[in-house]
């Protein structure tokens, strides 16, 4: 593709030279860079993109896109000055591929918690629908029959660009994509036109990065607010549960349809005569499409939740109701999301990834009604991530659980021990809370501790295989130690 194919989409404060050349590749880490490629200089927490401008270009970029007039030593490639890289970055990553987008139905899910579970749902609709899909999402990327392990929840702009060609080129007809509060911000799904914008929840969590509450909320916002600029007929699916919910729909734009669930309000699609469980839920569907009967597997009010906002979406993509309440009906767990590893005739185990404390608290408080035990929680908190979330997660922990292990998280570059002081600052009752920083030897005391009866939560990681910490990262997988604990075999 022509360099100035690509400039007619962005229109550049400025070019620094006269050319046109072929556009082989796009990349914003300088060492992926090859001949003809374009590179683009981003600012990121810890470092500036123009600093790698001279290796870009001793690799062979054609042309370096930035915010500066002449980042040093360009050498003989073309400077493209723009006012938003990461902006620039987006548009021109979906018209090299052109516009994947356009060519699958795309579905965005946004929400502090349950986007995996909502997604992997939507994933089994459509296909069981015979639409071939695509997932992009915390767990794995999954285009065609080839699953990649993710690396972040929702991939930069020229990743998720490829990806999206890719499923167009393997015949996919619909996509599945989390998108995190931190691509909005940066800008990673901007030329994506979405079919479905889905909100599930706000509750506290990256305050690290947004600084406010009301600044997190305002970053899920920028997902609907997209959808004034969409080529297609866009639709808005809203809890309205939660209280950010009932505030976004008022930012809805009028180009969209907007589609609200609830299980306790009033909603275009809701759930009636509840029943929740020891072995789920059972409930009717009531929704503009009808009404269907879902007998739920997996357990936890919030996961009736995650399955109206699925039932939504079906929906308003002509998935008919009763086919896709089946299809949710037969759903087990999803990967790492109150995952069981348990032994029959023993106590029971479950892996969660609840990181936050609303999270934190869903899985306990539906653990704690199954539980005719003791109940156990093994947890730990990231490093260099939100602080003030921490003393809060072990309020939760101490008030809902019998005996409370804290432990590591991913420490990164945190003392892990500082980070648990932090965690017990919020612990009310020391007397059942025991602090083992290594985190397969917390999970095996919480192991050695249980009894028939009791249940041992692994939160924080759940899907997960490896920890990481100052400069390294190791293998490492609650759900793996927990049946090598328990003489399991993986199957």
């Known amino acids: 593709m022509k360099l100035s194919t690509l400039l007619a989409v962005i229109k550049p404060l400025a070019v620094g030279r006269p050319g046109d050349p072929d556009i082989k590749g796009l990349a914003y880490d300088s060492r992926k860079i090859k001949p003809g490629f374009i590179f683009f200089a981003l600012h990121g927490q810890n470092q500036d993109g123009n600093q790698f401008v001279p290796d870009a270009v001793t690799r062979g970029a054609a042309a370096v896109v930035s915010d500066q007039a002449a980042p040093v030593s360009h050498g003989p490639a073309i400077i493209i000055r723009v006012s938003d890289p990461r902006q620039a970055m987006a548009e021109l990553a979906a018209a090299f591929n052109n516009n994947p987008s356009a060519n699958l139905q795309v579905v965005g899910i946004t929400g502090t918690n349950g986007k995996t579970t909502t997604a992997f749902m939507l994933?089994?609709?459509?296909?069981?629908?015979?639409?071939?899909?695509?997932?992009?999402?915390?767990?794995?990327?999954?285009?065609?029959?080839?699953?990649?392990?993710?690396?972040?929840?929702?991939?930069?702009?020229?990743?998720?660009?490829?990806?999206?060609?890719?499923?167009?080129?393997?015949?996919?007809?619909?996509?599945?994509?989390?998108?995190?509060?931190?691509?909005?911000?940066?800008?990673?799904?901007?030329?994506?036109?979405?079919?479905?914008?889905?909100?599930?929840?706000?509750?506290?969590d990256h305050l690290d990065y947004h600084a406010t509450k009301e600044n997190y909320f305002q970053a899920k916002v920028l997902l609907f607010r997209g959808l004034s600029r969409c080529h297609k007929k866009p639709v808005a699916v809203v809890n309205l549960d939660d209280p950010y919910g009932r505030e976004l729909v008022r930012d809805v734009p009028l180009e969209a349809d907007l589609i609200t669930y609830a299980t306790g309000q009033d909603a275009a699609v809701r759930a009636v005569n509840l029943q929740i469980t020891s072995a789920g839920s059972v409930f009717e569907v009531h929704s503009p499409w009808g009404e269907a009967q879902v007998k739920l597997k997996l357990l936890g009010h919030y996961n009736v939740s995650n399955t109206l906002?699925?039932?939504?979406?079906?929906?308003?993509?002509?998935?008919?109701?009763?086919?896709?309440?089946?299809?949710?009906?037969?759903?087990?767990?999803?990967?790492?999301?109150?995952?069981?590893?348990?032994?029959?005739?023993?106590?029971?185990?479950?892996?969660?990834?609840?990181?936050?404390?609303?999270?934190?608290?869903?899985?306990?408080?539906?653990?704690?009604?199954?539980?005719?035990?003791?109940?156990?929680?093994?947890?730990?908190?990231?490093?260099?991530?939100?602080?003030k979330k921490r003393p809060l997660m072990?309020?939760?922990?101490?008030?809902?659980?019998?005996?409370?292990?804290?432990?590591?998280?991913?420490?990164?570059?945190?003392?892990?021990?500082?980070?648990?002081?932090?965690?017990?600052?919020?612990?009310?009752?020391?007397?059942?809370?025991?602090?083992?920083?290594?985190?397969?030897?917390?999970?095996?005391?919480?192991?050695?501790?249980?009894?028939?009866?009791?249940?041992?939560?692994?939160?924080?990681?759940?899907?997960?295989?490896?920890?990481?910490?100052?400069?390294?990262?190791?293998?490492?997988?609650?759900?793996?130690?927990?049946?090598?604990?328990?003489?399991?075999?993986?199957?």
């Not at 599945?176 to 506290?204: C, M, P, W, Y």
């Not at 539980?371 to 908190?381: H, Q, Y």
């Open 309 to 387: 906002a699925a039932l939504a979406v079906a929906g308003a993509t002509g998935v008919p109701l009763a086919r896709a309440a089946q299809v949710v009906s037969q759903m087990m767990a999803v990967p790492g999301r109150l995952e069981e590893i348990s032994i029959e005739g023993g106590f029971q185990v479950f892996v969660d990834y609840a990181h936050t404390e609303d999270a934190l608290h869903n899985v306990l408080s539906t653990l704690r009604e199954i539980t005719p035990g003791k109940l156990i929680v093994v947890f730990g908190c990231g490093g260099n991530r939100d602080r």
């Open 123 to 204: 994933r089994d609709i459509f296909t069981d629908a015979g639409r071939h899909t695509g997932l992009i999402g915390t767990v794995a990327y999954e285009i065609g029959g080839r699953t990649i392990p993710a690396n972040r929840t929702t991939p930069e702009s020229v990743d998720l660009q490829d990806m999206l060609a890719q499923m167009v080129h393997v015949g996919c007809q619909s996509a599945v994509v989390e998108v995190s509060s931190h691509a909005l911000i940066q800008k990673r799904v901007g030329g994506i036109d979405f079919d479905v914008a889905v909100f599930t929840n706000l509750t506290h």
């Open 394 to 491: 072990g309020a939760v922990a101490t008030r809902l659980a019998d005996y409370v292990l804290l432990t590591s998280d991913n420490p990164r570059k945190e003392n892990p021990i500082e980070i648990i002081a932090q965690i017990r600052a919020g612990c009310k009752h020391s007397d059942n809370v025991e602090v083992v920083e290594d985190r397969h030897e917390a999970i095996i005391r919480a192991l050695s501790m249980a009894e028939k009866g009791d249940v041992v939560l692994i939160a924080g990681k759940g899907h997960e295989n490896y920890q990481e910490f100052t400069n390294t990262v190791i293998p490492f997988d609650d759900r793996q130690v927990v049946r090598e604990c328990l003489g399991i075999s993986h199957a």
